[in-house]
C-alpha cells in the first residue's frame, strides 16, 4: 500500500494536528500514527502514548498500538506512517530513530518546535539509509 503513488499533499489539517500533540507533550518527544486510505492518502492522526515521556527518544505504547491497529482494520484503513516531534532538534531522523526504524513500508513524519512554523517532513527508513519524500501541505480537508 505505502508503495502506491502518492502525490506528496498533506492535509494541513493533519498537520495542525500532529503540531498540537507535539506542543502538548511539550518539553517531551510526542508519537502517533497517520492513517491512509485504500489509495495510500493520509487522512487521520492518530496520537499515541510516548511511554519514554523523554524529550530525546520515543516509544509508542505496544496496547494502544494494537488496539489502534484493530480499529484500523475495522475502518478499511491501513497504517500510513509513523510521527514524531524533535522538540529542540532538526525534523531529521535521529541515529537513534534510524537504528529503530522497523517499518520500510511507512512513511516516518518528523516536526520540530525547534522551528516557527514548526516544519513537517517525510521520510523513508530503509535498511539505515534514510531518503526524504517532497510533502506540501494540502488545503483539502479529505483528498
Ligand atoms: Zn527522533
Redesign the pocket.
Known amino acids: 500500500m505505502a508503495d502506491s503513488v502518492w502525490d506528496g499533499m498533506f492535509p494541513k489539517l493533519l498537520y495542525e494536528e500532529i503540531v498540537s500533540h507535539a506542543r502538548s507533550v511539550y518539553p517531551e ?1 510526542c508519537c502517533g500514527l497517520v492513517a491512509g486510505d485504500s489509495d495510500g492518502r493520509p487522512i487521520k492522526v492518530l496520537p499515541m502514548t510516548n511511554i519514554y515521556h523523554s524529550p530525546t ?2 516509544q509508542m505504547d505496544p496496547k494502544e498500538q494494537f488496539r489502534i491497529q484493530k480499529d484500523l482494520r475495522s475502518e478499511h484503513l491501513e497504517l500510513w506512517a509513523i510521527y ?1 516531534s ?1 522538540p529542540a532538534t532538526e525534523p531529521f ?2 541515529q ?2 534510524i537504528r529503530l526504524a522497523f517499518y520500510p513500508d511507512l512513511f516516518y513524519l ?1 516536526t520540530s518546535l525547534r522551528d516557527t512554523p514548526p516544519p513537517l517532513r517525510c521520510f523513508r527508513i530503509r535498511d539505515g539509509k534514510v531518503s526524504e519524500v517532497p510533502l506540501t501541505l494540502s488545503d483539502r480537508a479529505r483528498p
Open positions: 518527544e527518544r520515543y514524531h524533535h531522523p535521529s537513534t530513530d518528523l
